[in-house]
């Protein structure tokens, strides 16, 4: 149906072709201008912009009735042209539409800015994600794929892929999903954390990115009821300080392939991207608390110690980033690692990014009766996690890692004010659709 | 804790070690040999294994109590030897056990082949994953997916990540899990399908790696609850002849990953790797049942067809693999493409692995109006997918795409009898533990 005869040049290969030859291009109607004499036909493809000049009545009379975002293929001569964008338009174009007619779309996506509220955007996602500086945002993630992966191979991790539905509702009881599993309640992991270690009794170094589930009941501008978890644990380990090197790793390499990868992405969206130091600056919580002014005994650290906390590492080390380490026991999972001479702090960190919680991290526990025990004082029967504690039972390393959250890291690289305008298609307490 | 003066040294790394020097090493113990004036330990970490010998009574007395599966660290003398493993082993070890003495493992994970029944497999799966064998057959799935990513990566395909949460139970209608979100029903998605339709409006090229969930009533040596499928979908297609194309191309980059970067697991294994044929043999399937000797008017072919024509491919063509189009409209779903020439059949196709079906594709619809009628043909309401239908009505090019199963494909290759032997941790009917 398509011709072959000619092979479909892209817009990004235009100016490479040879000036005189006929080129077939293929993409959606980016825009038409029309002046007195000719119309502008900018056809859009997955590489950019392409400009074509139409004279012809004919042709004109297509291009009429072919409104934007109809997709087309068009077959004219490469023509060079300073003024034109990338230096080359296509003259004496024909133009075959590959589609009906499209309808109106729900915002102007030719317009240089996109200029709508939130509901329109995610209502509208499978077309507002068309405007190319809606689409860069999601290229910023792909590359971060790309270089979190990257890292991990070069690092002799194994890739794992983890069972989404689980038993039972083990890591932290609330915000869990629950499925009809065959007539019988099951449950969506809120994260791989119990396999990703249990596959390092095998593989020793793994990673997963997959989707997890958190049925937050909050609205808010940073959570989601699934979104990316880019996954990483390791085994042979020092301490958490080992876990904080590797992140440091897997940082820089995200960075790099944004850096080389999205190049075109960083600068429509201006981003100014973040580079890692060669040592993450670390400070202890306990210390945090005090230099934020806060109460010595407080649990936690909030929103704006959180940013006072970044604030502090861009002025005194010159870093985005910057780990918290020591985070009270009593606040992290069951399966944390105390510091060895102190238990009432933990092996574990939070990495700000900006002054903002991006990644959490840190040594596990990994002997059996340390296990047993940590279970009990949550009042539970370690009987009901046999499963889980056959790993640990076998023999595993002392061992640890970190989970990023791929959307709330894009968030942060372009300051979007809502994690929806980064993520494809939002779940949250409201949203189910598109 | 442990010991940093001395970096570690990996398994596969002794050899190449000083003579004489001293070593660190790290890992489980794979087996103590005991014999009369000494004991051998071997060590496994993730890169193969190590020979310690011992003969000091103190570290003889650590081994002894020191059972298989526990996790050491060992440090000592390299020294060659080329009766040992790799050439060298370590001597004049000290030895100091990382975790408890581990529990004895459900099957012997130190002998050469790992004899034992399908239920003690997946029961004690964190443990059984351990033994070399098992373990080839995950890297052998890890480096599919590298390679799966990598060649169409070089195809200028952007990785995407659709939500698993959906609405309704659009695509089939059957086997779906339904679960409590948020007090009302959704489901579980299928599959990418709709999205990475969606999404080729915004990308043009795009593929996803994820888990998919399918409620499948039957417990069968092929199918599982959840399983990761490896899609991709593009746009700018003539018909599901160019799909099939990206497919070829797809497949010899999995099977160039397999052969460059999981060779160790290949060799273990015995795996006879399956070239890709430059090109892939096509049969009808009008012709495909005449080949079997099945009536003309069969909607599908049944296993024994399937395998009969894997036969056939592999006599004529000296192919693994083997493509069927022409699928029956009726048995295809609704998105599908028909022939422009002959509506009864279907611009789709299987592909056939050594007789079984390893991937489905094809054409899909992508004009408005198509799927408007589709869609009635069923019986159902355009409006009711007004969400999904939007990216048609606002442009859409002709497009196609695949799916594989990655369980499927390396029980293929290792010729797993059940597929949950290549599965981490399967879920089925009645399985949703460890």
Redesign the interface.
């Known amino acids: 149906?398509?011709s072959?005869d000619q092979p479909?040049t892209l817009s990004a290969q235009l100016p490479h072709a040879v000036p005189g030859s006929t080129v077939r291009i293929?993409g959606?109607?980016h825009r038409r201008r029309e002046l007195a004499a000719l119309t502008f036909l900018v056809v859009r493809?997955?590489?950019g912009l392409a400009q074509v000049v139409v004279k012809d009545p004919a042709a004109l009379a297509v291009v009429a009735t072919t409104p934007e975002?109809?997709?087309v293929e068009v077959t004219g001569t490469m023509t060079p042209n300073d003024a034109a964008p990338g230096g080359v338009e296509i003259t004496t174009p024909q133009i075959r539409p590959?589609?009906?007619p499209?309808?109106t779309?729900p915002v102007e996506l030719w317009r240089p800015a996109l200029n709508t509220t939130l509901p329109t955007l995610l209502d509208?996602a499978?077309?507002t994600?068309?405007h190319p500086v809606q689409?860069a945002k999601?290229?910023l993630?792909?590359a971060s794929?790309?270089g979190f992966?990257a890292a991990l191979?070069g690092q002799?991790f194994?890739?794992?892929?983890?069972?989404?539905?689980?038993?039972s509702a083990t890591e932290s009881g609330a915000n869990v999903?629950?499925?009809?599993?065959?007539g019988r309640p099951?449950y969506?992991a809120q994260s791989p954390q119990f396999?990703k270690q249990?596959?390092v009794?095998?593989?020793?170094?793994v990673y997963e990115?997959?989707?997890v589930?958190r049925?937050e009941?909050h609205d808010t501008v940073r959570h989601l009821?699934?979104y990316?978890s880019l996954d990483a644990e390791f085994?042979?380990?020092?301490?958490h300080r080992d876990v904080l090197v590797m992140l440091r790793e897997v940082l820089a390499g995200m960075i790099g392939a944004i850096t080389e990868q999205a190049a075109n992405a960083v600068d429509l969206l201006g981003v100014e991207v973040p580079v890692v130091p060669r040592e993450i600056p670390v400070i202890h919580f306990r210390e945090a608390l005090a230099l934020v002014g806060a109460p010595a005994d407080e649990p936690d650290l909030a929103p704006e110690h959180e940013r006072a906390l970044g604030a502090w590492a861009k002025q005194e080390h010159g870093s985005d980033y910057l780990a918290v380490e020591g985070y009270p026991m009593a606040k992290r999972p069951f399966y944390t690692h105390p510091e060895?001479d102190d238990p009432r702090w933990s092996n574990s960190f939070d990495l700000l990014f900006r002054g903002l919680e991006l990644v959490t991290g840190g040594q596990r526990l990994?002997?059996?009766?340390a296990y047993d025990e940590a279970i009990r004082a949550r009042g539970e029967d370690p009987a009901d996690h046999a499963?889980?504690l056959?790993?640990?039972?076998?023999?595993?390393?002392?061992h640890g890692g970190f989970a990023i959250g791929?959307e709330r890291w894009v968030g942060r690289l372009v300051e979007a004010a809502n994690i929806r305008e980064v993520t494809?298609?939002?779940?949250d307490?409201n949203r189910?659709?598109?």
């Open positions: 149906m398509i072959t479909r293929s959606w109607v493809d997955r590489t975002e109809t997709t590959l589609t009906e499209a309808a779309p509208h499978p077309v994600w068309r689409k999601w290229e993630g792909a794929l790309r992966r191979d002799g194994t890739e794992i892929a983890t069972p989404k539905f689980v038993a999903f629950e499925v009809d599993y065959f099951a969506l396999y249990q596959l009794g095998v593989f020793e170094r990115v997959g989707p589930f049925a009941p009821a699934e990316v085994g042979f380990i020092e301490d060895p990994h002997r059996p009766t499963s889980y056959q790993a640990f039972r076998h023999g595993m390393p002392p791929l494809l298609f939002p779940r307490l189910l659709t598109p």
